[in-house]
């Protein structure tokens, strides 16, 4: 298989390797594929293998028994739970708060979601399993989080009617493939019955928030969303893979809010 030019010009060459996440296409003789349909593709191949095969362990490699989803038991026990953490910012906290309490930095800043959950903690092995799904399309941690994700929604304290994955501008989604929070979002649909709301847009190329303080995240995601048209829903779950400080959570719910939105919800993967 021979690289386009054009499609590695943002490639990262990292000890002689390419990194595929950066490829946007590649040339196969006549032929100019793009990556995101190469990704699909792969997608569809591992839901088969799946089928035929039996599932593995994402983690530890061992196979799973058939009351397990993609997660063995023993591994399942060691992953670091979010447990306790605050309601209103899932924020880990070393001892549980009283009912209806919220963490000292909700306290002093209160965000604009009325509540947010997360299953895990961003800690190893969940930060380099979420690193290989976003930047490496290892899209079957997924299916492995599918049930994380639906027990920290029904944990979640507030009603919901509509879900929204955090859009991701469209020439990285064009880069990538794929969007990993809409990808954490349909399975919890397709479980609940809530719709994917659409209508909003990231609308600037913001940098990776990685490595940045709260004051530089604030700065980056000025006017990055903005909201094409009103929608129905009255009550929105932003879904995300991580929540860091909180900042693009609280950008998109502030959007929403002026939108005409009641009320905004946060559920991510991770919380670091």
């Known amino acids: ?24 296409r590649v040339r196969i003789g006549k032929f100019r594929i793009s990556m995101a349909h190469i990704r699909k593709s792969a997608r569809l191949l591992a839901a088969v293998r799946d089928g035929l095969t039996g599932r593995d362990c ?5 196979r799973c028994m058939d009351d397990e989803d993609f997660i063995c038991a023993g591994c399942d026990a060691e992953l670091p739970r979010n447990r306790p953490s605050c309601p209103g910012c899932a924020a880990p906290l070393a001892l549980s708060l009283a009912q209806g309490v919220r963490c000292g930095s909700c306290q002093r800043k209160p965000m604009p979601f009325i509540a947010a959950a997360a ?20 899209l079957h941690y997924v299916g492995a ?9 029904d944990r979640l304290d507030a009603d919901v009617d509509a879900v929204l994955p955090v859009p991701l501008h469209w020439r990285r989604h064009a880069l990538r493939g794929f969007n990993q929070a809409e990808e954490l979002a349909r399975p919890l649909c397709r479980e609940t019955g809530l ?3 659409p209508g909003v ?3 600037r190329a913001t940098p990776y928030q990685s490595g940045l303080d709260s004051a530089a995240r604030h700065r980056n995601l000025s006017r990055a969303f903005a909201v094409r048209k009103r929608f129905a829903a009255r009550r929105v779950l932003i879904v995300d893979d991580v929540i860091t400080t909180g900042s693009t959570a609280a ?10 939105v009641e009320s905004v ?4 993967l991770a919380r670091a």
């Open 1 to 24: 298989m021979r690289f386009n030019q054009v499609g590695v010009n943002r490639a990262r060459i990292n000890t002689g390797r390419i990194d595929m996440a950066c490829i946007d």
């Open 58 to 62: 994402v983690f530890c490699g061992s």
């Open 119 to 138: 299953p895990l903690r961003y800690e190893y092995p969940v930060d380099a399993a979420i690193r290989r799904m976003k930047f490496n399309a290892r």
């Open 145 to 153: 989080f599918r049930g994380l994700m639906r027990e920290a929604f």
């Open 195 to 197: 719709p994917l709301l």
């Open 201 to 203: 847009r990231r609308v």
């Open 251 to 260: 950008r998109l719910a502030a959007c929403l809010l002026e939108s005409g």
């Open 265 to 268: 919800s946060v559920l991510a």
